[in-house]
Nanobody, 123 residues
Framework: QVQLVESGGGLVQAGGSLRLSCAASGSISSINVMGWYRQAPGNQRELVATLTTGGSSNYADSVKGRFTISRDNAKNTVDLQMNSLNPEDTAVYYC?????????????????WGQGTQVTVSS
């Protein structure tokens, strides 16, 4: 099992910045993916950014150039620096942790989610 604790978020004016942090604990593999997703009211949950232990990142087109994801593999933490925020970024942001678990000749991909943190951008 893996537990995720998120921090950050809050209310900010358009053009402002916020930083989200997520710390993972428990049975953590040395190879994993941590990232952020968000869900606005009435919308499906969508990817914001992910980052592997190897340093490969993936961003949603809507946040490229504004958001930066980073992680500390030794501490099992991932941060999301959000700049130039706009009202369309308003959503609940969720931390996600994924790792592959191997057992004998099989494997499965385990996903874990944080409880979510609200980000509200006022115009």
């Amino acid at each position: 099992q893996v537990q995720l604790v998120e921090s950050g978020g809050g209310l900010v004016q358009a053009g402002g910045s916020l930083r989200l942090s997520c710390a993972a604990s428990g049975s953590i593999s040395s190879i994993n993916v941590m990232g952020w997703y968000r869900q606005a009211p009435g919308n499906q949950r969508e990817l914001v950014a992910t980052l592997t232990t190897g340093g490969s990142s993936n961003y949603a087109d809507s946040v490229k150039g504004r958001f930066t994801i980073s992680r500390d593999n030794a501490k099992n933490t991932v941060d999301l620096q959000m700049n130039s925020l706009n009202p369309e970024d308003t959503a609940v942001y969720y931390c996600k942790f994924s790792q592959r678990v191997y057992y004998r000749l099989t494997s499965r991909l385990d996903d874990y989610w944080g409880q979510g943190t609200q980000v509200t951008v006022s115009s």
